[in-house]
């Protein structure tokens, strides 16, 4: 392990998204958690989704909360279109509006492709990647009522949907994982240029290998580390708070030409680092 691990330091300026109202979908754990507490600690209010663990989101709140901005933790399936819309509404009542939203919420459901069920790939599938189109699809009604308040933002909205360094490398035993993040790649990109005109941006975070529960097995043993490091030309693996930089500087008007675009935050994993002595 690289001596250089870790960075949880805190390099977020403390009022870069002062005044705007966050929903962070899977935010009670991992990547999700980590973004939904930077985005407060740059100053928003943040909407914690949930749909298992609600003691973890409710302790997500209260260190939010410590920076002096509002959150809530709500509870929904992202993947059932009802729970979707009563959460944004519920959302735009309680917090006046909706300005960021994080579409991260996703889950693994592995298998070698004969053994995979129907139920396996449907249920990836319907959360991963149907699950982010309705969150976006709500949110951009409000973003479209509302339109922009430039004292807030130059922009309407701003939707990160979350990806994987898997839309592009394909991965075997976990077709449907890959299936459903290449398909986030073209649904962003696809909304992004139907949404640009309205003001309001559409752009995707890709991790690549980030310490969170979902990866466990593949960075808990020293083992299992050396094995994936070779995978990582930077020699580190990463930390949630990596890809919850990248949201934030996504969300704020610093990125604000940003439209369309995928960040990828793999340490150079997607520069094919085995041929980097061969090929």
């Given at each position: 392990?690289?001596?250089?691990?870790?960075?949880?330091?805190?390099?977020?300026?403390?009022?870069?998204?002062?005044?705007?109202?966050?929903?962070?979908?899977g935010a009670n754990s991992g990547i999700g958690r980590a973004t939904a507490i930077a985005l407060g600690r740059?100053?928003?209010?943040?909407?914690?989704?949930?749909?298992?663990?609600?003691?973890?989101?409710?302790?997500?709140?209260?260190?939010?909360?410590?920076?002096?901005?509002?959150?809530?933790?709500?509870?929904?399936?992202?993947?059932?279109?009802?729970?979707?819309?009563?959460?944004?509404?519920?959302?735009?009542?309680?917090?006046?509006?909706?300005?960021?939203?994080?579409?991260?919420?996703?889950?693994?459901?592995?298998?070698?492709?004969?053994?995979?069920?129907?139920?396996?790939?449907?249920?990836?599938?319907?959360?991963?990647?149907?699950?982010?189109?309705?969150?976006?699809?709500?949110?951009?009604?409000?973003?479209?009522?509302?339109?922009?308040?430039?004292?807030?933002?130059?922009?309407?909205?701003?939707?990160?949907?979350?990806?994987?360094?898997?839309?592009?490398?394909?991965?075997?035993?976990?077709?449907?994982?890959?299936?459903?993040?290449?398909?986030?790649?073209?649904?962003?990109?696809?909304?992004?240029q139907e949404l640009a005109p309205k003001r309001i941006r559409v752009n995707a975070v890709a991790p690549g290998?980030?310490?969170?529960?979902?990866?466990?097995?593949?960075?808990?043993?020293?083992?299992?580390?050396?094995?994936?490091?070779?995978?990582?030309?930077?020699?580190?693996?990463?930390?949630?708070?990596?890809?919850?930089?990248?949201?934030?500087?996504?969300?704020?008007?610093?990125?604000?030409?940003?439209?369309?675009?995928?960040?990828?935050?793999?340490?150079?994993?997607?520069?094919?680092?085995?041929?980097?002595?061969?090929?």
């Amino acid at each position: 392990m690289s001596s250089t691990e870790g960075t949880s330091r805190n390099v977020i300026p403390a009022q870069l998204l002062r005044g705007q109202k966050a929903l962070v979908t899977g935010a009670n754990s991992g990547i999700g958690r980590a973004t939904a507490i930077a985005l407060g600690r740059a100053g928003a209010d943040v909407v914690v989704n949930y749909v298992a663990g609600r003691e973890e989101a409710e302790k997500a709140v209260e260190e939010i909360t410590a920076f002096g901005v509002r959150a809530a933790a709500y509870e929904a399936d992202v993947s059932v279109e009802d729970q979707v819309v009563a959460m944004t509404n519920r959302m735009v009542q309680e917090f006046g509006t909706i300005d960021i939203l994080v579409a991260n919420a996703g889950l693994q459901r592995d298998a070698a492709l004969t053994d995979m069920t129907l139920a396996q790939w449907q249920k990836v599938l319907d959360v991963n990647l149907t699950g982010q189109f309705l969150c976006a699809r709500e949110a951009t009604k409000e973003f479209l009522r509302r339109g922009v308040v430039p004292e807030v933002s130059r922009a309407a909205g701003k939707i990160i949907c979350m990806s994987s360094v898997h839309q592009i490398i394909p991965w075997a035993g976990h077709v449907n994982y890959a299936s459903s993040k290449g398909g986030v790649q073209m649904m962003m990109a696809t909304m992004a240029q139907e949404l640009a005109p309205k003001r309001i941006r559409v752009n995707a975070v890709a991790p690549g290998a980030i310490k969170t529960p979902i990866n466990r097995s593949a960075w808990e043993t020293a083992q299992a580390q050396e094995d994936l490091l070779q995978l990582i030309p930077y020699k580190r693996i990463g930390d949630p708070e990596d890809v919850a930089h990248a949201v934030v500087g996504l969300a704020s008007d610093l990125m604000d030409y940003v439209v369309g675009t995928t960040l990828y935050v793999d340490g150079g994993m997607t520069l094919f680092p085995g041929f980097a002595t061969g090929g």
